[in-house]
């Protein structure tokens, strides 16, 4: 097992934190988390499992009352117990915030995630995850497979319970956090993962494909991987008496006949790549490596007879990575794409092949310091620790593009940070080039960015195949993404502590009722809210329109510049230029700058958008792309936007030399009107450059200290743009011309808000004009 590695693992509970019977144990690990245990021969599991990894919590206050029935409490729950088989009569645990759980009993769950959305056309059932409505959730681990002292798998004993209670009320996040500690945390994904990957199931040549990328870079549309699917491999030209071609290890050299200098020039290109694997049918005689594998094997090659695939054999394991992967990766491979769609069985009972796949290829990625990557199907809790999960085929259309917000942000529930979909969907359907462009502005709010369509060549997401509107916006899509990546990856390491990048409201302000009525509505990361467009624009309007709760507090929209006041329902209506985007009051966006959109490294070019209604601060975090967990080499540049002295502190840059650029060129965005004064860097007078709403500030400074942007803001920040707004809502409305005169009226009356909104209604517009309008005029309404 030393060349596979070995998963860190600290199983063992302190006996301080145990209560035990003959057949019962009860583990208080932490003052929301139990364990609860039945066993009918006595015998209790200390080993890790697929689940739960570590166990060594320190003991946490509680108090035993051992009477009739055995009762444990914390600040956070009341379990009684009668000592019995578990049952719903006897075994019951209480919240302060009014939840009950009885053993058995199905809870009022928020949901985790799902295998797969293969052919799924919209909703489709979710597992659970550790958070509830009611403030218990649990998870059943019974039927897990564990792991041994060296690392390698092995079954559970039959019959035998084994549950996880996690009772933390509504601190969604706090559950969160207490599930990472309990199975593992995220890895920190590399940071060329977070921009945008290019895939296509196409049989395509490498002359083919590297032309396609560089009418990508020609056309300015930035990617970082290039994946591709399962034509690299020979298909066609299997013998027909192996079967099909969906496995294969061997270079298609039809297609692709020089396999390292084709690697290479993706390299060349700042692409990283991924091979996708169907491995189930094992390694048949016509793979380039079989003679090898064979004799490694144990086998003769020349009786040619399929090696199975079986990774719960330690010699075919051992092979597979050395013989069949290795070699690949030698010649420029940079990780793999596991694609494995053929059941939950091997030759050890509970143990199910994906996991396999997704734990040892994860950590044979990381040998020798590398930053570990697999890319993946779900294989259930736990999941989270194996980096980005591969979602499946889903349909082309608009229901299932109105299901993936919710699905994305509610796998926050179970700890799954990093899915990655088929952006604009895989397969049927029909052409529609408004959802295509809304499924690529979902994706860039998404975790994963991964175009991809299925093997037909009427399904296509190049943005050049569709019209003029849909191609500039998909086009701006694929650039903000990459712009994106300095918050994304700041993002990333805060996932890998416990916070995902993609959470539902709720997670937010978990005591709000409203902050669970917007399943489509989702934080990203620690400074936006997004409410994506998911159904069709209306065509009076031609705007498309999410609703969406906002949070106490002011919030601004990134594209439009529109400043909205909180604590209330609103209907945002975009056109397809972009969706809604929302930045914190105080709140500091960093963005690679323009001309800067290489994501496999640190940039020189930044942006900083500042929200400046209030003070805020956001420390970026980058590093050098090497290894995970504890030795990872990050240095930090701590941003901080002071509201009341109108300045904004970009700090010295702190870690390990060499890992940032020694100097940098900061643009500071403001999204405010224009000052009354010229701006200062370091106290000296600077120019400016924008216009009314967002204005920018640029400087040259070195990264070794610390420098200051002062503006004299006027009040306030950003004045009431509704009228501009709205004229050009009207002049855009595909309606009767005298009817936009009369709200035209009204809107520039100087009636009070109430009055005007009245008078609209009177109109008797059609409502999404209404409600475009009223939007409006109402964005900045307390």
Same mark, same amino acid.
């Given at each position: 097992?030393?060349?596979?590695?070995?998963?860190?693992?600290?199983?063992?509970?302190?006996?301080?934190?145990?209560?035990?019977?003959?057949?019962?144990?009860?583990?208080?690990?932490?003052?929301?988390?139990?364990?609860?245990?039945?066993?009918?021969?006595?015998?209790?599991?200390?080993?890790?499992?697929?689940? +739960?990894?570590?166990?060594?919590?320190?003991?946490?206050?509680?108090?035993?009352?051992?009477?009739?029935?055995?009762?444990?409490?914390?600040?956070?729950?009341?379990?009684?117990?009668?000592?019995?088989?578990?049952?719903?009569?006897?075994?019951?645990?209480?919240?302060?915030?009014? @939840?009950?759980?009885?053993?058995?009993?199905?809870?009022?769950?928020?949901?985790?995630?799902?295998?797969? !959305?293969?052919?799924?056309?919209?909703?489709?059932?979710?597992?659970?995850?550790?958070?509830?409505?009611? @403030?218990?959730?649990?998870?059943?681990?019974?039927?897990?497979?564990?792991?041994?002292?060296?690392?390698?798998?092995?079954?559970?004993?039959?019959?035998?319970?084994?549950?996880?209670?996690?009772?933390?009320?509504?601190?969604?996040?706090?559950?969160?956090?207490?599930?990472?500690?309990?199975?593992?945390?995220?890895?920190?994904?590399?940071?060329?993962?977070?921009?945008?990957?290019?895939?296509?199931?196409?049989?395509?040549?490498?002359?083919?494909?590297?032309?396609?990328?560089?009418?990508?870079?020609?056309?300015?549309?930035?990617?970082?991987?290039?994946?591709?699917?399962?034509?690299?491999?020979?298909?066609?030209?299997?013998?027909?008496?192996?079967?099909?071609?969906?496995?294969?290890?061997?270079?298609?050299?039809?297609?692709?006949?020089?396999?390292?200098?084709?690697?290479?020039?993706?390299?060349?290109?700042?692409?990283?790549?991924?091979?996708?694997?169907?491995?189930?049918?094992?390694?048949?005689?016509?793979?380039?490596?079989?003679?090898?594998?064979?004799?490694?094997?144990?086998?003769?090659?020349?009786?040619?007879?399929?090696?199975?695939?079986?990774?719960?054999?330690?010699?075919?394991?051992?092979?597979?990575?050395?013989?069949?992967?290795?070699?690949?990766?030698?010649?420029?491979?940079?990780?793999?794409?596991?694609?494995?769609?053929?059941?939950?069985?091997?030759?050890?009972?509970?143990?199910?092949?994906?996991?396999?796949?997704?734990?040892?290829?994860?950590?044979?990625?990381?040998?020798?310091?590398?930053?570990?990557?697999?890319?993946?199907?779900?294989?259930?809790?736990?999941?989270?620790?194996?980096?980005?999960?591969?979602?499946?085929?889903?349909?082309?259309?608009?229901?299932?593009?109105?299901?993936?917000?919710?699905?994305?942000?509610?796998?926050?529930?179970?700890?799954?940070?990093?899915?990655?979909?088929?952006?604009? @969907?895989?397969?049927?359907?029909?052409?529609?080039?408004?959802?295509?462009?809304?499924?690529?502005?979902?994706?860039?709010?998404?975790?994963?960015?991964?175009?991809?369509?299925?093997?037909?060549?009427?399904?296509?997401?190049?943005?050049?195949?569709?019209?003029?509107?849909?191609?500039?916006?998909?086009?701006?899509?694929?650039?903000?993404?990459?712009?994106?990546?300095?918050?994304?990856?700041?993002?990333?390491?805060?996932?890998?502590?416990?916070?995902?990048?993609?959470?539902?409201?709720?997670? !937010?302000?978990?005591?709000?009722?409203?902050?669970?009525?917007?399943?489509?509505?989702?934080?990203?990361?620690?400074?936006?809210?997004?409410?994506?467009?998911?159904?069709?624009?209306?065509?009076?309007?031609?705007?498309?329109?999410?609703?969406?709760?906002?949070?106490?507090?002011?919030?601004?929209?990134?594209?439009?510049?529109?400043?909205?006041?909180?604590?209330?329902?609103?209907?945002?209506?975009?056109?397809?230029?972009?969706?809604?985007? !929302?930045?914190?009051?105080?709140?500091?966006?960093?963005?690679?700058?323009?001309?800067?959109?290489?994501?496999?490294?640190?940039?020189?070019?930044?942006?900083?958008?500042?929200?400046?209604?209030?003070?805020?601060?956001?420390?970026?975090?980058?590093?050098?792309?090497?290894?995970?967990?504890?030795?990872?080499?990050?240095?930090?540049?701590?941003?901080?936007?002071?509201?009341?002295?109108?300045?904004?502190?970009?700090?010295?840059?702190?870690?390990?030399?060499?890992?940032?650029?020694?100097?940098?060129?900061?643009?500071?965005?403001?999204?405010?009107? !224009?000052?009354?004064?010229?701006?200062?860097?370091?106290?000296?007078?600077?120019?400016?450059?924008?216009?009314?709403?967002?204005?920018?500030?640029?400087?040259?400074?070195?990264?070794?200290?610390?420098?200051?942007?002062?503006?004299?803001?006027?009040?306030?920040?950003?004045?009431?743009?509704?009228?501009?707004?709205?004229?050009?809502?009207?002049?855009?409305?595909?309606?009767?011309?005298?009817?936009?005169?009369?709200?035209?009226?009204?809107?520039?009356?100087?009636?009070?808000?109430?009055?005007?909104?009245?008078?609209?209604?009177?109109?008797?517009?059609?409502?999404?004009?209404?409600?475009?309008?009223?939007?409006?005029? +109402?964005?900045?309404?307390?």
């Amino acid at each position: 097992m030393t060349a596979l590695g070995k998963i860190p693992a600290r199983p063992q509970a302190p006996d301080s934190s145990v209560l035990r019977g003959d057949k019962w144990r009860v583990t208080v690990l932490t003052d929301g988390l139990l364990r609860l245990e039945w066993s009918d021969d006595g015998a209790f599991e200390d080993r890790a499992s697929s689940f +739960a990894l570590h166990r060594d919590f320190a003991t946490p206050r509680f108090t035993v009352r051992d009477g009739e029935a055995l009762e444990v409490s914390t600040s956070r729950f009341h379990l009684l117990y009668d000592r019995r088989e578990f049952s719903a009569n006897g075994l019951v645990v209480t919240s302060p915030t009014g @939840g009950r759980w009885h053993f058995g009993e199905h809870l009022d769950n928020l949901g985790g995630t799902a295998r797969t !959305l293969d052919d799924a056309d919209g909703r489709t059932p979710l597992d659970n995850g550790v958070t509830a409505r009611g @403030g218990i959730a649990v998870i059943d681990d019974s039927a897990s497979f564990l792991f041994d002292a060296e690392g390698w798998i092995a079954p559970r004993e039959p019959g035998r319970v084994d549950l996880y209670v996690f009772a933390y009320g509504r601190d969604h996040t706090a559950a969160v956090r207490a599930l990472y500690d309990l199975s593992g945390h995220p890895p920190v994904l590399p940071r060329w993962a977070l921009g945008n990957w290019w895939s296509r199931y196409h049989a395509y040549t490498s002359d083919e494909y590297l032309e396609l990328f560089d009418r990508f870079a020609a056309d300015n549309l930035p990617f970082s991987v290039a994946v591709i699917d399962m034509d690299w491999h020979r298909v066609g030209s299997v013998p027909a008496q192996y079967g099909t071609g969906w496995t294969g290890y061997s270079w298609e050299r039809s297609l692709i006949p020089d396999p390292p200098a084709f690697l290479e020039e993706l390299h060349r290109r700042s692409l990283r790549t991924t091979l996708n694997l169907h491995p189930a049918d094992g390694v048949r005689p016509f793979e380039d490596a079989y003679p090898d594998m064979a004799r490694a094997v144990g086998v003769d090659p020349a009786s040619g007879a399929t090696i199975p695939f079986d990774l719960t054999d330690r010699t075919f394991l051992d092979a597979y990575f050395r013989i069949l992967h290795h070699p690949l990766e030698d010649q420029g491979v940079d990780f793999w794409w596991i694609d494995w769609q053929q059941g939950t069985t091997s030759r050890v009972p509970g143990v199910d092949p994906l996991w396999l796949l997704n734990h040892f290829h994860f950590l044979d990625s990381g040998r020798d310091g590398r930053r570990p990557m697999a890319f993946s199907r779900y294989a259930g809790p736990g999941s989270h620790r194996y980096g980005v999960g591969f979602s499946g085929d889903t349909v082309v259309s608009w229901a299932s593009l109105d299901f993936q917000p919710e699905f994305t942000a509610t796998a926050a529930n179970i700890g799954y940070s990093w899915w990655s979909h088929d952006i604009g @969907g895989h397969t049927r359907g029909v052409r529609d080039d408004e959802l295509a462009t809304r499924w690529l502005q979902l994706g860039v709010f998404s975790p994963i960015l991964r175009l991809h369509s299925a093997n037909n060549p009427f399904i296509r997401k190049e943005p050049w195949q569709f019209p003029l509107e849909a191609r500039q916006a998909m086009g701006e899509a694929l650039r903000l993404r990459h712009r994106l990546v300095p918050y994304l990856h700041t993002m990333n390491h805060r996932a890998a502590e416990g916070l995902p990048l993609v959470r539902p409201m709720y997670h !937010l302000e978990p005591d709000r009722e409203e902050a669970y009525q917007v399943p489509n509505q989702f934080s990203f990361g620690s400074e936006l809210i997004v409410a994506p467009i998911t159904s069709p624009r209306d065509p009076v309007t031609l705007l498309g329109s999410a609703t969406a709760w906002l949070p106490p507090g002011t919030w601004t929209d990134i594209f439009t510049g529109t400043v909205y006041s909180g604590d209330r329902q609103v209907e945002l209506h975009r056109d397809l230029a972009g969706v809604p985007a !929302l930045l914190r009051s105080g709140g500091i966006l960093p963005l690679t700058s323009e001309e800067d959109l290489d994501a496999t490294r640190n940039p020189e070019h930044l942006e900083v958008l500042v929200a400046p209604t209030d003070s805020g601060a956001f420390t970026l975090v980058e590093d050098d792309g090497q290894g995970d967990g504890t030795d990872l080499r990050t240095v930090t540049t701590l941003l901080e936007w002071d509201a009341d002295r109108a300045r904004l502190t970009i700090g010295a840059a702190e870690g390990p030399a060499g890992i940032v650029p020694a100097a940098r060129t900061w643009t500071v965005t403001f999204l405010a009107d !224009l000052p009354s004064g010229p701006p200062l860097i370091d106290g000296r007078p600077a120019e400016l450059t924008g216009e009314a709403g967002r204005f920018s500030v640029t400087v040259r400074a070195d990264t070794t200290s610390a420098t200051t942007v002062e503006v004299k803001l006027t009040a306030p920040v950003s004045a009431d743009h509704a009228t501009a707004n709205i004229e050009r809502i009207l002049t855009a409305a595909q309606t009767d011309n005298p009817l936009k005169l009369e709200m035209w009226r009204v809107v520039t009356s100087a009636q009070p808000l109430s009055a005007k909104i009245a008078a609209l209604h009177a109109l008797h517009p059609p409502a999404p004009l209404l409600g475009a309008v009223v939007e409006q005029l +109402a964005a900045q309404a307390g």
